[in-house]
C-alpha cells in the first residue's frame, strides 16, 4: 500500500476526489440495460424507462474501496476481550485484522462490532477494509437523497474485562404528579433497569449495584439486585438469564422538557462475589412521560406542540461525515428558532446526536 492516496476516517469519497456522488429520489442509483448492468455516474440521476428493481442482483460495476493502516495494541489489553467497532460504513464491508477475515456487516447507519481478540497481538496490528457501493442491502436504503460511500463515522478499537455488562435498559418514569400555582409541576420519580452481562462460569454468584446522581452531580440514591441464572419466557414479569433488574425510586425530581432538559446520572456497576467492582457502565436520564390522550399528545400532562424538523446527516463539504462540533451548531441553531423536535430521515443518525439531543432538550422521532 505504499502507492496508495491517503484518505481522511471518518469521511466519503465523493468528497475527497474518489468518484462522484449521486442523487436519486423514487428509483435506484443504477440502471439495467439488456440485462447488463451499469452504474449512473451523472451528479443528477434523471429518471429512465429501462430501471427496475431486481433484488437481490447488483451491479457488476460496484465501486470498492480498500483501506489498510495499522494499529498498536497497549501490553494492559492482553488478558482483556478487544473488540473493532464501525460506527456507519456506506454501503457493505469487510475487514481483517492481521490478515485473518474479521467480519462483514452491510447496513450502512448502525455499528457493527466485531470481537477481535484471537487476532490481535501486543504491538502493532494491521487493519485491512474492504467497502462496497452497493450490495444487497441498496434495495433497502435506497431513498431521497444524495448517495455518498466510503466509512463515514467514527471506527475504534478498545477493550473490555473478560467479565463484563454487555447491555442495559433504563425507563426514567415520573410518578405522583402535584401542580402547584406557587412553584409549578412536581413529581416522583422512578428507575427501571435491565442490566446484562455475558455468560461467563459463575454469572450468577455476581450481582449488579445501580447508583443515582443528581444533575449537580450529588449522590441520591443506589440498588442492588442478583443475576438470573436460568432463562424466563415472560421477560415483562422476571428478567431473562444473565440479566440483573433493579428499581429504584426518587421522592422529587426535576422533569426533562426542551425548555429544562435535566438529566440524571446512572452508573452501573458488575460486583463479584466478594463485594468488589469489576466493571462499569454508565449513562445519563431524563424524567419525562409523553401520551395520547384523548387525541392530544401530552408531555408530563401538558399539552405538547411539536415544532419540528427533518433531518439528514449531511454536510456540504464533508458529505455524510459530521463532527461533534458541526451537530452541536446544528442544535443551536435549531433551538434559536424554536424547534423542540428532530425526525431523523430516514435511517438510525450517529450515536452522538441522540446524547446531545437528550442534553440540548430535543424530542427525536
Known sequence: DS???????????????????????TFY???NDADEHHMIRPH???????????????????PTGC?????????AWRDMDVFLAFDGVETAFRCWV???PAGYAQDSKLPSEFQITSLVRAGDNRLAVQVFRYAASSYLEDQ?????????????????PKRRIVDYRILAEPEGFIRSEADGLHAGGRLWMDVTVNRFPGYADYRIRAEVYGPDDRWLCSAEADIAASAQYRQDRVPTANTARLALRLEEVTLWTPETPVLYRVVLTLLSPDGSGIDWEGCRAGFHRIRIEAGILTLNERRLLVQGVNRHEHD??????????????????????????????????????????????????
Request: one cysteine or more; proline letters at 9%; charged letters at 30%.
Open 3 to 25: 502507492d496508495w492516496s491517503g484518505i481522511r476516517v471518518p469521511g466519503s469519497w465523493e468528497m475527497q476526489g474518489f468518484g462522484e456522488p449521486a442523487y436519486t429520489n
Open 44 to 62: 443528477i440521476l434523471e429518471p429512465d424507462r429501462d430501471v427496475r428493481p431486481d433484488p437481490p442482483r447488483i451491479p457488476s460495476d460496484n
Open 29 to 31: 442509483p443504477w440502471r
Open 67 to 75: 483501506y489498510r493502516r495499522t494499529f498498536r495494541m497497549p501490553e
Open 98 to 100: 492481521n490478515g485473518t
Open 144 to 160: 431521497d437523497y444524495w448517495h455518498l460511500c466510503g466509512i463515514h463515522r467514527s471506527v475504534r478499537v478498545f477493550a473490555r
Open 316 to 365: 456540504s463539504r464533508t458529505g455524510r461525515t459530521l463532527s461533534r462540533e458541526d451537530m452541536e451548531a446544528e442544535i443551536r441553531c435549531m433551538k434559536r428558532m424554536g424547534i423542540n423536535s428532530v425526525r431523523t430521515s430516514h435511517y438510525p443518525d450517529d450515536p452522538a446526536w441522540y446524547d446531545l439531543c437528550d442534553a440540548a432538550g430535543l424530542l427525536l422521532f
